[in-house]
Nanobody
């Protein structure tokens, strides 16, 4: 089992930046997991924002390419999402996920989510 706890959400103006962090704990070899961030806006399906494999390969949703960066620190069992040039459409609950990498992330474990609100 892997427990995931997100932090760093909040309210920010459009054009601003936020960094989300996710700490993993439990019976885990964190470095072996692919990690990712998903988001879900009201009335919409959960969607992948960014993912990173155990080897450091990344992929991003087209809507965030060039603005968001995912990175991991295996020594600290954390994965982070740096979000720049935020837009109102980035408003959502952001979830951390851990799983395997088959072409992209296949999530198995989820965090509880953290709210990101971007005001225009």
């Amino acid at each position: 089992q892997v427990q995931l706890v997100e932090s760093g959400g909040g309210l920010v103006q459009a054009g601003g930046s936020l960094r989300l962090s996710c700490a993993a704990s439990g019976r885990t070899s964190f470095s072996n997991y692919a990690m990712g961030w998903y988001r879900q806006a009201p009335g919409k399906q959960r969607e992948l924002v960014a993912a990173i494999s155990s080897g450091g390969r990344t992929n991003y949703a087209d809507s965030v390419k060039g603005r968001f960066t995912i990175f991991r620190d295996n020594a600290k069992n954390t994965v982070s999402l740096q979000m720049n040039s935020l837009k109102s459409e980035d408003t959502a609950v952001y979830y951390c996920a851990a799983g395997t990498w088959i072409v992209g992330l296949v999530p198995k474990y989820w965090g509880q989510g953290t709210q990101v609100t971007v005001s225009s």
